[in-house]
C-alpha cells in the first residue's frame, strides 16, 4: 500500500517539474496584453472571453474574431481611451457587464472615448448602462455596431445607446440600437453625421439638446415613444429618414421643439401618434415628405411660425394638420408648388397642370378641445370624429388651420378609388350572374 | 347539441350569416391588398388594427341582425311557443339558443380568418401572437354583438320593431356613444378620471381597440401622463374580459327579465 503511494508521489512530482507553466501561471490579463502591445502595433483576440475592464492611452487596434468578448468587471467602463490613445481602432467585439451605478462620480458605459479619430467596428455591445459614450471626443468613426439596453423598468434606470457630449464632426453608420433609455443622445455636439442607423424600443430615438449643423440620412425610427426629439438646435438636416410606429398617447415621429432653421425633406412619417410636432420652433423647411397614417400629421403649436410647407403628401391621417394655440404665420407652398392632401379635398384642375385651381382651405374644431384635453387624441380612431366635425361646422365653431393656394393632385386617391369602384363593378357583376342563374332553375 | 344542429340548419338556410361571412371575406381581402406595400416588419400588426377598424363598422351591424332574427324567428313562427308549453323555461330555451347562434357564428369567422392566414404569411413577417390577440379581439366584438342582438330580438315584438332597434343600437355605439364623451371631455380631470374611465372602458368598442393596439405592440403603456396613468387603472388584458362579462351577464339577465312574447299570451 505505502509503495503504492511512494508511486503516486513520485509521478506527480515528476509532471509538476516537467509542466511549470500549465499548473502555475496564469494567462495575461487583457490589461497586460494592451500594455505590452506597442504604439500604432495591432493586438489580435482569440475567440473566447477576457475579463475587463481595460484602460486603451497608447493609439493601438484591438482586433477581435467573431466570438471575441470582453466582459467587465461591473465597476467602471469596460473599455476607455483616455485622451492619449487618439487614433485607436477597436473591431469585431463583443462587450458587456459596465457598472450600472448611478451614484457614482461618472455615467459608465461599455466603451468610453475621451480621445479623437479613433475607429469602432463590428461591435456588440449588451449589458452596459451607455453603450458608447464620447466625451469630448471628435472626428470618430462608428460602424456596424449593434447596442442593446437593458431595456423596461425606470426610465433613469437606462442608459442611452450612443452618448455625445461636447463631441463634433463624429459619424456614426450601420447601426442597431434598441431597449436603451435614448438611441443616441446628443448634448452640446455640431457637426456630425448619422447614416443608416435603426433605434427602436427606446424613449426617444434621437434626443438632441444645443446641438447644431448635424446631418441625419436614411435612419430609422421605428417603435419609440418619440421617433426623433430634436431641441434647442439649429440646421439640423433630416433627409430620408423612417419615422414610424411612434403610438403612445405622447408620442410622435419627430419632434422640433425651440430649434430653428432645420431642413427636414423626403423623409416617411408612417403611422405614428403625430407625424411631426413643431413647438417653439422657426423657420423650419418641410419638403417632400410622406405622412401617411398618422392619428395627426403635422402638430403645430402657435408659438411656432415662418415654416415653409411644400411637396409634402398626407395620405390617409385622421387629421392631416391641426394647429393648437391659435393660427401661426406659416407657409403651404413654396414656389407655387403646395402639398399633396389625399382624400382630404377634391380638387379641381381644368388646366391639367396636377395643380388645383382653387386654394384650400381646411378647418378643424378639435384644436381647442386638444390644448385642453390629452384624452381627445383617445378618441381620434373613432368614426364619430367626422360627425363632430361636421356638426361644429355648421355651427360655425371651427377655426382654420391652414390654408394651400397650390394643393397638388393626389395621385394615390385616384388610384383607391378606381380599386373600390373595380371591386364594387365586380361583386355588381356576380351578383347579376347568380340571380340569372336561380331565375333558369326556377 | 341538437338545439346546435337546429340553429346551424335554420342560420345556413337563411342569408343573414353567409351575407356577414362574405361581407368580411371582401374586406379582408380588400385590405390585405391595400396593405401589401406597408413598410418594415411591423406591416402585418398594422393590417391587424386596420382590417378590425373596419369590421368594428360591419361585424356590430350583421351581427345584430344575425342573432336578433334568429330569436324573432322562434317568436313570429310559433315555434317559441311550441317549446315552452313542453316544461322548458324561457330562460334554459335563450341559453340554448345564446349557445348555438354563438358556437355557429364563432365557427364559421373562425375558419375564414384560419383560411386567411395562410396568404397573409405570404405578404407579411407572420406573427402567431399577434394574430391570436386578432382573434381574440373579433371573437369578442362578435360575442357580444351577438349577445345584444339576441336581447334586441328577445324584448322586441315583430321584425319592424326589431331592424328599427338593431340600427339604433348599432348607431349608438358607432357614433352617438363618442360623440357623448366628446362633448363631456371638457369637464373631465383628475378627479373624476377613474370615474370616466370606467364608463369609458365599459364601451365595448373603446377596450377592444385599446386591448388590440396595447396587445399588439403598437400603443406602449410607458411613458403615460399622468392622467393618462389614472385612465389606465388596470391593465388592458384585465379590461378585455371584464368587458365581455358585463356585458353577456347583463344582455343574457335583461333579455330574460324584458323579454316579450311576440303575440305568446
Same mark, same amino acid.
Given at each position: 500500500m505505502r509503495r503504492k503511494w511512494y508511486w503516486m508521489a513520485g509521478f506527480t512530482l515528476y509532471f509538476l517539474l516537467q509542466n511549470p507553466i500549465c499548473l502555475m501561471a496564469e494567462d495575461p490579463s487583457l490589461q497586460d496584453l494592451v500594455d505590452q502591445t506597442p504604439k500604432n502595433g495591432i493586438l489580435h483576440l482569440q475567440n473566447k472571453t477576457y475579463n475587463g475592464n481595460v484602460v486603451i492611452t497608447k493609439p493601438i487596434t484591438v482586433k477581435g474574431r467573431s466570438r471575441t468578448s470582453i466582459k467587465g468587471d461591473g465597476t467602471g467602463n469596460v473599455i476607455l481611451l483616455k485622451k492619449t490613445a487618439d487614433g485607436t481602432r477597436l473591431e469585431s467585439l463583443r462587450i458587456s457587464h459596465s457598472s450600472q451605478n448611478r451614484n457614482s462620480e461618472e455615467e459608465y458605459s461599455a466603451i468610453k472615448v475621451l480621445s479623437d479619430r479613433n475607429v469602432l467596428k463590428n461591435l456588440k455591445i449588451s449589458d452596459s448602462f451607455h453603450g458608447i459614450y464620447l466625451s469630448s471626443s471628435d472626428d470618430n468613426e462608428l460602424s456596424q455596431v449593434q447596442i442593446t439596453g437593458i431595456g423596461g423598468g425606470e426610465i433613469a434606470g437606462?442608459?442611452?445607446?450612443?452618448?455625445?457630449?461636447?463631441?463634433?464632426?463624429?459619424?456614426l453608420k450601420d447601426t442597431v440600437i434598441r431597449d436603451s433609455r435614448d438611441g443616441i443622445y446628443f448634448s452640446y455636439s455640431n457637426d456630425n453625421v448619422v447614416k443608416d442607423v435603426d433605434i427602436s424600443h427606446t424613449r426617444y430615438g434621437l434626443h438632441y439638446m444645443y446641438s447644431d449643423n448635424n446631418h441625419f440620412f436614411h435612419n430609422r425610427f421605428h417603435q419609440n415613444i418619440g421617433g426623433a426629439a430634436i431641441m434647442n438646435s439649429k440646421r439640423i438636416e433630416l433627409i430620408g429618414n423612417e419615422f414610424s410606429y411612434q403610438q403612445g398617447s405622447r408620442s410622435f415621429g419627430l419632434m422640433l421643439q425651440a430649434s430653428d432653421e432645420n431642413n427636414v425633406k423626403d423623409n416617411h412619417f408612417y403611422h405614428n401618434q403625430r407625424g411631426l410636432y413643431i413647438d417653439l420652433s422657426q423657420k423650419n423647411r418641410i419638403i417632400s415628405n410622406d405622412f401617411h397614417q398618422n392619428r395627426v400629421g403635422v402638430e403645430l403649436w402657435a408659438s411656432s411660425s415662418n415654416q415653409v410647407f411644400s411637396l409634402n403628401r398626407f395620405f390617409r391621417n385622421i387629421l392631416p394638420v391641426i394647429t393648437i394655440g391659435g393660427r401661426a404665420k406659416n407657409k403651404?407652398?413654396?414656389?407655387?408648388? /403646395?402639398?399633396?392632401? /389625399?382624400?382630404? =379635398?377634391?380638387?379641381?384642375?381644368?388646366?391639367?397642370?396636377?395643380?388645383?385651381?382653387?386654394?384650400?382651405?381646411?378647418?378643424?374644431?378639435?384644436?381647442?378641445?386638444?390644448?385642453?384635453?390629452?384624452l381627445v387624441y383617445l378618441f381620434l380612431p373613432s368614426p364619430s370624429i367626422k360627425i363632430f366635425e361636421k356638426i361644429n361646422q355648421f355651427l360655425h365653431r371651427q377655426e382654420t388651420v391652414f390654408k394651400d393656394p397650390y394643393p397638388l393632385l393626389s395621385e394615390q386617391q385616384g388610384g383607391f378609388q378606381a380599386g373600390w369602384f373595380l371591386l364594387i363593378l365586380f361583386f355588381i357583376m356576380l351578383g347579376m350572374i347568380y340571380v340569372q342563374r336561380r331565375r333558369k332553375v326556377r | 347539441m341538437t338545439y346546435i344542429w337546429k340553429e346551424w340548419k335554420e342560420l345556413s338556410r337563411g342569408k343573414g350569416l353567409w351575407l356577414a361571412l362574405s361581407t368580411a371575406m371582401i374586406i379582408s381581402v380588400f385590405i390585405l391588398w391595400q396593405s401589401k406595400s406597408l413598410p418594415s416588419n411591423q406591416g402585418f400588426e398594422v393590417y391587424l388594427v386596420s382590417l378590425y377598424e373596419m369590421n368594428v363598422f360591419l361585424i356590430p351591424l350583421l351581427s345584430l341582425f344575425i342573432s336578433s332574427f334568429a330569436v324573432i324567428q322562434e317568436k313570429e313562427?310559433?315555434?317559441?311557443?311550441?317549446?315552452?308549453?313542453?316544461?322548458?323555461?324561457?330562460?334554459? =330555451? =335563450?341559453?340554448?339558443?345564446?349557445?348555438?347562434?354563438?358556437?355557429?357564428?364563432?365557427?364559421?369567422?373562425?375558419?375564414w380568418y384560419f383560411a386567411l392566414a395562410l396568404p397573409m404569411k405570404f405578404v407579411f413577417f407572420f406573427h402567431v401572437s399577434s394574430f391570436w390577440v386578432f382573434l381574440l379581439t373579433f371573437l369578442t366584438l362578435l360575442i357580444i354583438f351577438n349577445q345584444i342582438g339576441l336581447f334586441l330580438g328577445s324584448i322586441c315584438d315583430n321584425r319592424m320593431q326589431l331592424i328599427g332597434a338593431n340600427i339604433l343600437t348599432w348607431f349608438f355605439f358607432i357614433f352617438i356613444l363618442d360623440l357623448l364623451f366628446l362633448y363631456f371631455l371638457p369637464r373631465v380631470n383628475e378627479e373624476n378620471i377613474t370615474a370616466f374611465s370606467v364608463v369609458y372602458f365599459l364601451d365595448p368598442l373603446h377596450t377592444l381597440h385599446f386591448y388590440l393596439e396595447t396587445a399588439l405592440g403598437l400603443y406602449p403603456l410607458d411613458h403615460m401622463s399622468r392622467l393618462m396613468k389614472k385612465m389606465v387603472w388596470l391593465p388592458p388584458k384585465y379590461l378585455l374580459p371584464i368587458t365581455l362579462l358585463v356585458w353577456l351577464t347583463l344582455s343574457f339577465e335583461l333579455s330574460i327579465r324584458l323579454r316579450r312574447r311576440g303575440g305568446i299570451s
Open positions: 437606462q442608459g442611452n445607446g450612443v452618448q455625445l457630449i461636447r463631441s463634433h464632426r463624429n459619424q403651404w407652398s413654396e414656389g407655387h408648388k /403646395g402639398n399633396e392632401w /389625399g382624400d382630404t =379635398f377634391a380638387l379641381v384642375d381644368l388646366n391639367e397642370d396636377k395643380i388645383g385651381d382653387i386654394p384650400v382651405q381646411y378647418q378643424s374644431s378639435l384644436a381647442k378641445l386638444m390644448e385642453d384635453q390629452e | 313562427q310559433k315555434t317559441l311557443m311550441i317549446i315552452l308549453t313542453k316544461k322548458e323555461s324561457y330562460r334554459s =330555451f =335563450f341559453l340554448k339558443k345564446t349557445i348555438g347562434v354563438q358556437l355557429i357564428t364563432v365557427l364559421m369567422f373562425l375558419c
